[in-house]
Every structure is written in C-alpha cells, then in structure tokens.
C-alpha cells in the first residue's frame, strides 16, 4: 500500500509561481485571471496526478481512466470566502530592479478586478484521500 495517503499526508499544496508579468498577453489575460488561466486546466492536472490511483498500466487510456475517477471525487469548498484567496499583484521590487504593477501594464485598464493570483482548498471524496485538504 502506498504511503501517499490520509494516514501518512496532511495536505497537499500545489503551487505555480511565476516572476514575470503578463508580458504582452493583457488582451488574453485580463480576460481570464489567474484561475481560469492556470487552475482550471495546469493545477487541475497535477492535482490528477498527484492524487490518483496507480493506473493497471501507464498507456493513455488507463491514465485517463484514473484522472477521470479522482477529478470526479473533488469536492469544491462550501465557504468560497473562507477557502478561496484572489489578488493582483502591485508594482514592487524583484531582485533589485523595480516592477510595475498589474494595473500599469500595457493594455490593462487601469480600474481592472482581474486576478492574477489565486487560491482554492479542495477535498477529494475517496478513501485515499478523505479529509486531506489539496
């Protein structure tokens, strides 16, 4: 039996980090946020990853099969203000140089709500995982 589980794990924390800006996808981004950009679809998948269960063979199909399963046992939080964090980042300074701010991006309307951080607690409903927040 594996180790990767509720017996052995308190929590699973997967995290993108970037230092760059948008560079010059303000059309694209401000669109989107940071959640529909990157968590929707790349975390998703490394949650998948991260949380299934050993296919019974490592072709795509069986891979499918147990991203499909675990991503079906994903329980979205009930208190969205409690387990959800959304921010823009600010001008500031990255490695001595100074950097503008999300809304003195090129393109970005300077009143823009748009995310460009996020953060969700999800549950997984299975045996494996039950109680273990990701």
């Known amino acids: 039996e594996p180790i990767w589980n509720r017996s052995y794990v308190d929590h699973v ?3 993108m980090a970037e230092d760059i800006g948008i560079g010059g996808r ?3 981004y401000d669109g989107i946020g940071a959640a529909r950009d990157v968590i929707q679809n790349h975390l998703l998948q ?3 990853l991260t949380a299934m269960e050993e296919p019974a063979s ?3 199909d069986a891979l499918a099969a147990e991203k499909t399963k675990v991503l079906g046992a994903v329980r979205l939080p009930k208190d969205l203000g409690r387990d959800t964090v959304h921010a823009q980042y600010a ?3 990255q490695g001595g140089a100074k ?3 999300y809304l003195e ?3 970005i309307d300077a009143r823009s709500k748009t995310d460009t951080y996020a953060a969700i607690k999800v549950g997984i ?3 494996r995982w039950a109680g273990v927040p990701f």
């Open 13 to 15: 924390q997967i995290t």
């Open 26 to 28: 303000a059309g694209y």
């Open 46 to 48: 490394l949650l998948a």
């Open 58 to 60: 490592f072709d795509a």
């Open 91 to 93: 001008a500031g300074w």
């Open 99 to 101: 950097v503008i701010g």
């Open 105 to 107: 991006e090129d393109g």
């Open 125 to 127: 409903d299975n045996r």
